[in-house]
């Protein structure tokens, strides 16, 4: 018998005309129960065909749509998961930087800016007979004590749970920063890039100069926040002035701002408004925003200055002048030095010194993943500078720039712990990897990738985490002076302070320099 093959014109299989036939005719009143065809007892239909009777199961059996959410309430989902999810990782990483912090014992300098914020919290806003440092952080860290202490009350912990906030500020902000304007997959890739390459700080020199006492680390707070406003306004009027106001914020407090900060705003600025008005001819239109955030840098200069004068002419604090100066040419090798080992250290990746690489040293070369993504991002900068549409970047990439070579030339580098003025590279370092290369690591599949290298940044932090506490310098002796009813003496510079703080007042310790 004579059975035509499938792809001959005119014919086709009895199972597929018979679906295609139901499909094309009127639907009939289906019956509560569906009814499946009578099958042979070995599996085929009764066309003796196995293969045409699922065709006819696939016709048959309805496909279910996973719901989507789509339209208001998709937006509101992520209006709600945004905050929700900042929230739970601003407590989630300052309960870990407290018990980083306290892997590091208090000393003199963080126990004298404790007393300082002690006092301006009872009566005495100007700190009327200090005499403070080069750095007051007068309007930066000084108030974070105030709000720990008033809580919290007057102890060695208070500098513990500050630098815990700040650093966990930092964090975040850069990671905001980082993101930019960027929405879905690369805000998130982005935000997580920064983020992470701050997240698990070196234990040891790392944790002293990042997680622990007031220094310039939190002066990239303000920068940040500065930042953040400037790359999310609009180019409103009103823009400029807010951006004065916040540097000189920041200023007041800590003298490098004008360095980081305001220089790399009015060179930014100039350059751009240069470009408009002289090279590409567009008017006053296009260049006034430019030349606003220049004059807006120039008066936050005056503005800080101003506060700082009136505020010793009011009896207030006085600040000790810096001791700065050009260092000798011959001096310049070991700065270079120097300034190698301390942005490794930054980075957490200070391999120097170690005698074997242990866990620690792992650690050390899992962080040069970071490093290298920060010098990734600030070389493509530097390589297109002048044709940079990105105005952040600009900035952080000036920054960076001025404050690395202001420190190798300047007498401020003498030992590794001179890291600590150039800590905003850090932060500055972090958010131009992720606001350059989120979309270029996307592209080329390397997420998977960084998603294992920041599993392991969370790993690091979390041994770090769990080290021992170690307890103030002074403490057994702040314990044995209240113990014996001993509540006023003088003491040298190292011990005055750090004793008064861990006491919580009862003992007072005055120094003598």
């Known amino acids: 018998m004579y059975t035509p093959p499938e792809d001959e014109p005119g014919t086709m299989p009895l199972a597929i005309a018979r679906a295609r036939a139901r499909t094309m005719s009127p639907p009939a009143a289906e019956p509560a129960e569906p009814v499946e065809s009578a099958e042979s007892a070995d599996g085929a239909d009764a066309n003796g065909s196995n293969g045409h009777r699922g065709l006819l199961r696939q016709i048959d059996r309805p496909r279910f749509k996973w719901p989507r959410l789509s339209g208001p309430w998709l937006r509101r989902v992520i209006l709600v998961a945004w905050p929700v999810g900042l929230a739970v990782a601003a407590v989630a990483l300052y309960l870990c930087y407290l018990a ?27 700190l009327r007979g200090w005499t403070v440092t080069d750095v007051s952080f007068y309007t930066t860290e000084l108030p974070e004590y105030m709000i720990v202490e008033a809580v919290r009350g007057l102890n060695a912990d208070v500098l513990h749970a500050s630098a815990a906030i700040t650093y966990t500020l930092v964090v975040l902000t850069g990671g905001l920063l980082g993101r930019g304007r960027a929405k879905g997959r690369e805000g998130m890739v982005r935000m997580l890039i920064a983020a992470g390459i701050m997240v698990a700080p070196q234990l040891g020199a790392g944790v002293f100069i990042l997680v622990f006492q007031p220094d310039h680390t939190g002066t990239a707070v303000p920068l940040m926040l500065t930042w953040l406003v400037l790359d999310r306004a609009p180019r409103k009027w009103y823009v400029p002035p807010v951006i004065a106001l916040m540097l000189a914020w920041g200023a007041i407090g800590d003298s490098l701002v004008l360095l980081i900060g305001a220089a790399p705003l009015a060179a930014v600025s100039a350059i751009r408004a240069y470009q408009v008005l002289v090279q590409r001819r567009e008017g006053w239109r296009s260049g006034w925003f430019d030349l606003s955030l220049l004059a807006a840098a120039g008066v936050s200069v005056e503005i800080s200055r101003i506060v700082v004068r009136e505020i010793s002419a009011h009896g207030g604090y006085t600040v000790l002048p810096v001791q700065a100066g050009v260092a000798p040419v011959t001096d310049m090798s070991s700065h270079l030095w120097l300034l190698v080992q301390s942005i490794c250290g930054l980075y957490g990746a200070d391999l120097f010194g170690m005698t074997s690489i242990g866990l620690n040293g792992a650690i050390a070369l899992l962080h040069l993943v970071g490093l290298a993504l920060a010098a990734w991002g600030l070389w493509l900068v530097i390589r297109r500078f002048f044709s940079c549409e990105d105005r952040i970047a600009q900035i952080l990439t000036v920054g960076i720039l001025v404050n690395l070579v202001a420190y190798m030339l300047s007498t401020t580098p003498t030992t590794y712990w001179s890291a600590r003025e150039i800590a905003p590279v850090l932060p500055y370092g972090a958010v131009l990897a992720a606001r350059m290369l989120g979309g270029r690591l996307r592209k080329a599949r390397l997420v998977p990738a960084l998603s294992v290298a920041l599993a392991c940044y969370l790993a690091a932090l979390g041994y770090t985490v769990t080290q021992r506490s170690i307890p103030a310098v002074t403490q057994n002796l702040a314990d044995w002076l209240a113990a014996n009813h001993l509540t006023y003496g003088l003491s040298s510079y190292g011990l005055a302070n750090t004793t008064t703080l861990a006491s919580g007042g009862t003992v007072s310790l005055r120094p003598v320099i």
């Open 100 to 126: 980083v912090s306290r892997t590091e014992e208090v000393t003199s300098d963080g126990a004298s800016n404790a007393l300082q914020a002690w006092a301006m919290l009872h009566g005495n806003p100007l």
